[in-house]
């Protein structure tokens, strides 16, 4: 009997609504993210999480905090039992977690990943830290293709963007990448929404086993 899968890691942004959890869910991603930092029109209360979460199975859950949130992480995970993943785009603040029972996601800016030290790449590698690459304008450049591949050399690499339908399997065949993030979009209401784009990447990845 086959089932289906997908080719790569799949992780899935700042889930905000039952529609994404459930198709991401029911597409056999690896990790429906949240935000809990608190300081963003997409963090999401622990009430909305376990009404989420609850109609979900078969995927693990990500905690989702910046360095602007201010909180204590593992205070604020609290209410939040059936997260095991933490995301944090602050290193210390990150390192600090290590030997926690977190698996833990590194959130770097492509911009930023030429003045990454060779020490916190080791460390990142060392203790099997995923580094999520982000972009606020959704591009990959080829210098930032370039970056990214010599990264994924050495560490973990989940690539979160300028991935289209057109190019997702030469990026996960060719850039030597751990797998790729994606973000949905605000319902049009309750149960409705277009799920279009985000749609055909999966689609592209999918596979038997």
């Given amino acids: 009997m086959y089932t289906m899968a997908l080719k790569t890691f799949v992780k899935l942004n700042s889930i905000t609504n039952l529609t994404d959890a459930r198709y991401g869910a029911g597409m056999y991603v690896n990790l429906l993210g949240f935000d809990l930092s608190g300081n963003t029109g997409n963090s999401i209360t622990p009430d909305t999480f376990r009404e989420i979460t609850g109609w979900v199975s078969g995927v693990d859950f990500v905690g ?3 360095h602007g949130s201010g909180l204590d992480l593992l205070e604020a995970l609290k209410a939040y039992p059936s997260i095991t993943w933490i995301e944090y785009d602050d290193f210390e603040g990150l ?3 290590i030997g926690s ?6 959130k770097v800016r492509l911009d930023d990943l030429a003045d990454l030290e060779q020490e916190i790449v080791a460390l990142l590698n060392e203790f099997e830290i995923v580094v999520h690459v982000v972009s606020e304008d959704n591009d990959l450049p080829e210098s930032g293709l370039a970056a990214v591949k010599y990264l994924a050399k050495h560490t973990k690499v989940l690539l979160g963007t300028g991935i289209t339908a057109e190019n997702i399997l030469g990026l996960v065949d060719d850039a030597g990448i751990f797998g790729i993030s994606l973000t949905g979009g605000e319902e049009i209401k309750p149960g409705l929404k277009d799920l279009n784009e985000l749609a055909d990447i999966l689609e592209k990845l999918e596979t038997e086993e």
């Fill in 64 to 66: 989702e905090f910046t």
């Fill in 101 to 106: 029972d977190y698996s833990l996601i590194y």
């Fill in 95 to 97: 390192r600090a977690l």
